[in-house]
């Protein structure tokens, strides 16, 4: 192998067929009016399919709950015109050979009671804690619980009815499914609070609606991080022995790849060993790992959304790590908001024609 191979070998999995390596991070525009994706929305992952990306993950929408965001402008999975609306983004990829995923998120606390489509909807959130000792709303009743549960397995459903290659759970970055996992937001007292493997109970109760949803062949992926926007400082797993007591009940309920969301995806997880999030995750599982973080970029995306954008980096210790194998798929986020074409250039060996990402890309994305 030489060069950029690496990245460029197909990836199968059950009935995931991808021609590389190069996956589509999770990205919300709010560019959705109705919550409804228009042709904008289809043609702007359209580019990212033509570019070459191996796998697209949409950005964040909302599963089936009148509580999962308070945003008016980001896109439901559910509702018959947002369904229709996705169905045209899902042919768009298709018809140029592309391969996407929609990525299902739910906010729980950190969705302000009050705004979005649904105002008089209460939040939804594992102990109501905004961050430890900060409480802004009721814990989640049991009907709760199975009403959202249930509204993750519709929302799934709709994506293997209407095309899509699999499914995304978003519980990373400190929103609902994440608010379970995370000591600082969850403090309940029945199965799905308490000890590490307790809190993900809740995620691992949403992967198997899911399943039961989809069927056995339809990929679920689950994206989970350490840090919270709460407190980016925070930790699942200070130890591998407690990464593999938080990915235990996850594995046994059927995801099928993890992704792992870091900032910079070359920085060490544990001490003594140089592999990251997604390079332990895969030891520990045995499961395939997508990593992501800075993927030739300077700067990381929380750093960047402050200041002045983030500058062009080389991919070698990429290269380095998935010839390694320590993880299987690589998340590429805002350089591919900046260059629709990022895989065909990085292919080309055209690194050097790569454009830097700037917040006014981000004000426009397209
Ligand atoms: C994000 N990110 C993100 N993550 C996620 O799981 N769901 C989402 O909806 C979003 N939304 C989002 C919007 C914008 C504008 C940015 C820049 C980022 C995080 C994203 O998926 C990715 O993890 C980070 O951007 C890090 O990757 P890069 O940009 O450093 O390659």
């Known amino acids: 192998m030489s060069g950029t191979d690496v990245l460029f070998r197909p990836f199968t999995l059950k009935s995931l067929n991808l021609p590389n390596r190069i996956v589509m991070a999770p990205m919300t525009r709010s560019k959705s009016p109705e919550q409804i994706p228009n042709d904008s929305v289809a043609a ?40 229709a609306g996705w169905g045209k983004v899902v042919k768009a990829v298709k018809s140029v050979g592309g391969h996407i995923m929609p990525q299902l998120w739910h906010q729980g606390v950190v969705r302000h009671p009050g705004t979005g489509p649904y105002p008089e909807q209460p939040s939804m959130s594992p102990s109501g804690l905004a961050k430890q000792d900060k409480k802004v709303a009721e814990p989640m009743s049991d009907a709760d619980v199975a009403d959202v549960i249930a509204g993750f397995a519709s929302s799934a459903r709709h994506a293997k009815t209407l095309g899509f290659d699999g499914v995304e759970l978003h ?58 926007q709460q407190d980016f400082a925070a930790r699942l797993a200070h130890t591998p022995k407690e990464l593999e007591i938080f990915l235990k009940p996850l594995i046994d309920a059927g995801v099928d790849i993890f992704h792992c969301s870091t900032r910079r995806f070359w ?99 397209v």
């Open 44 to 83: 702007y992952y359209k580019a990212r399919a033509l570019g070459g990306t191996g796998l697209i993950l949409t950005e964040g929408t909302a599963p089936e709950h009148k509580s999962a965001t308070n945003d008016v402008n980001v896109p439901h999975f559910h509702g018959e015109e947002s369904l």
């Open 171 to 228: 519980g990373a970055h400190g929103y609902l499914i994440d608010q379970f996992f995370w000591e600082g937001t969850n403090q309940r007292g029945d199965k799905y609070g308490g000890s590490l493997e307790a809190r993900s109970n809740f995620a691992a109760d949403v992967a198997r609606a899911v399943r039961a949803a989809v069927g056995p062949d339809f990929p679920i992926l689950l994206r989970f991080s350490q840090w919270k």
């Open 267 to 365: 920085e060490p997880e544990f001490e003594g060993s140089d592999m990251n999030l997604a390079g332990w995750t895969k030891k520990i599982s045995g499961l395939p790992t997508i990593s992501v973080g800075s993927v030739s970029l300077n700067m990381d995306f929380i750093t960047a959304f402050r200041q002045a954008g983030a500058e062009i980096s080389g991919i070698d210790k990429l290269i380095e790590m998935m010839e390694r194998g320590d993880f299987d798929l690589i998340a590429v986020g805002r350089a591919l908001i900046a260059n629709p074409d990022w895989a065909n250039k990085v292919r080309a060996g055209k690194l050097s024609e790569l454009v830097p990402y700037s917040p006014e890309a981000l004000a426009t994305l």
